[in-house]
């Protein structure tokens, strides 16, 4: 008895990988223990696949912002900003920042309410996006000092693509009397 054996179909080979790329995150937290929060928020991220590096800016502490202006009245922010180095592709990254939120106990019941950690997608590399899902660059960042000066402690040459240099954007807000 014969038996036809047939070629076995070509697989494609392993796809390259995606190179490493640097993300600006922002990580705020204004409830609970703070400054732990945020440093093991950054040990996390560091934990996660495909990230080779986090680099932790100082600690800063800011004031609440509300919709309506800064809220002394409100516990006030610790903010920091990490450059990761990693392979893993925006969506996914921003999707694992999400995750970490939610193991911190985030609660999204309040835009720009109280919350245990928000990590923020600020950057990557030089990746332009306008989905809904995913903008690139943030928004709001370069109207931000508690983004932009733990930025600069971080990486004094930064560059906030399509607005410029980070120093210059925290200089002029500085200018007009943000704080």
């Given at each position: 008895?014969?038996?036809?054996l047939?070629?076995a179909?070509?697989?494609?080979g392993p ?7 640097v993300a ?5 937290a204004?409830?609970g ?8 928020a950054a040990?996390?991220?560091?934990r996660l696949?495909?990230v ?8 800063f502490?800011?004031v609440?912002?509300r ?6 009245e ?14 893993l592709a925006?969506?996914?990254l ?8 939610d ?6 019941r309040?835009?720009?309410g109280?919350?245990t950690l928000?990590l923020d997608?600020?950057a990557?590399?030089?990746?332009v996006?306008?989905e ?10 370069a ?5 932009l000066d733990?930025w600069?402690?971080v990486?004094p ?5 399509g607005?410029?240099?980070?120093a210059?954007?925290?200089?002029d ?5 943000e704080?």
């Open positions: 008895m014969s038996r036809d047939a070629k179909p070509e697989l494609p796809r390259p990988a995606r190179p490493e790329t600006v995150v922002a990580l705020g204004n409830l223990d703070r400054h732990e929060t945020i440093r093991a040990q996390r991220i560091a696949p495909l080779s590096d986090v680099r932790l800016s100082d600690l502490e800011t609440a912002l919709l309506d202006g800064p809220d002394p409100a516990p006030g922010y610790v903010n920091a900003v990490a450059l990761v180095t990693t392979r925006p969506e996914i921003l999707g694992m920042l999400h995750a970490i939120e193991e911190n106990g985030r609660e999204r309040e835009r720009w109280d919350r928000d997608l600020i990557y590399g030089d990746v996006s306008d809904p899902r995913l903008q690139l660059p943030h928004p709001r960042a109207e931000r000092l508690f983004v733990p600069l402690d990486d040459d930064a560059e906030l693509l607005r410029g240099r980070v210059d954007l925290a200089a807000l500085r200018g007009r009397g704080r």
